[in-house]
């Protein structure tokens, strides 16, 4: 028997990772389209980064605008744990379909499809290894 997770994961939408853009590849970009040079906006994201870990170290929350808001907290033991909640508006543009393309998308044919539906497709396709209720 298959679980349900099992076969989300096999053919539930994936994002295919895209590659990761670092700071200095984003100041790259950046400076494309300014009059600074990469060199000058790599060390003013550099010092964001710095400016933020120093506020964290002030027990101060760090709000970015418009992509996300990071809150200490802290467990018994003074164990510190960092929460990261994204910014609503960026989710909600993210939610866009018409940015999730084949090329950036798995499995993008069930892109629209529910849990039910892609369960109700693997148990017809796979009737000798049904998922467990």
């Given at each position: 028997?298959?679980?349900?997770?099992?076969?989300?994961?096999?053919?539930?939408?994936?994002?295919?990772?895209?590659?990761?853009?670092?700071?200095?590849?984003?100041?790259?970009?950046?400076?494309?389209?300014?009059?600074?040079?990469?060199?000058?906006?790599?060390?003013?994201?550099?010092?964001?980064?710095?400016?933020?870990?120093?506020?964290?170290?002030?027990?101060?929350?760090?709000?970015?605008?418009?992509?996300?808001?990071?809150?200490?907290?802290?467990?018994?033991?003074?164990?510190?744990?960092?929460g990261i909640r994204a910014d609503r508006g960026a989710v909600a543009n993210l939610n866009n379909p018409r940015l999730w393309?084949?090329?950036?998308?798995?499995?993008?044919?069930?892109?629209?499809?529910t849990t039910d539906q892609l369960i109700a497709a693997w148990n017809e396709e796979h009737p000798d290894d049904l998922v467990?209720?």
């Amino acid at each position: 028997m298959a679980t349900k997770l099992g076969v989300l994961s096999k053919v539930g939408p994936r994002i295919i990772n895209q590659g990761t853009v670092d700071l200095e590849e984003m100041a790259g970009r950046i400076a494309k389209n300014t009059t600074y040079n990469t060199e000058e906006i790599y060390s003013i994201l550099r010092l964001c980064v710095k400016e933020a870990n120093d506020a964290l170290k002030e027990g101060e929350t760090v709000k970015m605008d418009d992509l996300l808001t990071i809150k200490l907290s802290m467990k018994v033991g003074g164990k510190v744990k960092m929460g990261i909640r994204a910014d609503r508006g960026a989710v909600a543009n993210l939610n866009n379909p018409r940015l999730w393309t084949a090329g950036k998308v798995s499995n993008h044919a069930n892109l629209t499809k529910t849990t039910d539906q892609l369960i109700a497709a693997w148990n017809e396709e796979h009737p000798d290894d049904l998922v467990e209720d």
